[in-house]
């Protein structure tokens, strides 16, 4: 396991600003680790319960919520944090990418 890649991948949840989303493949190569997306979702779904980390800002390509997968209440949850930010979501659920996704490195 390496820790310092893990501590990479909540550094850059932690830089996705209030509003924006950012995908697992985005997230993946802000922290050096291109092609690693998978790795920021175990990331994500092994950090402790109540963490101030904002993982409800990491997003499925296209703007799905994909947390639901693992825990199906969990997509509710982050669908609720990210609204009450201020995104917006298509009427399938989707975020709108095009308005909330993260811009810069």
Known sequence: MDLAAHDRIRAAVRRIPRGRVATYGEVAARAG???RARLVGTVLRNSPEGTSLPWHRVVGAG????VGRYAPYAARTQQMRLEREGVHFTRGGRVIMARHRRGGP
Do not use: E, I
């Open 33 to 35: 680790l291109p092609g």
């Open 63 to 66: 703007g799905v919520l994909s």
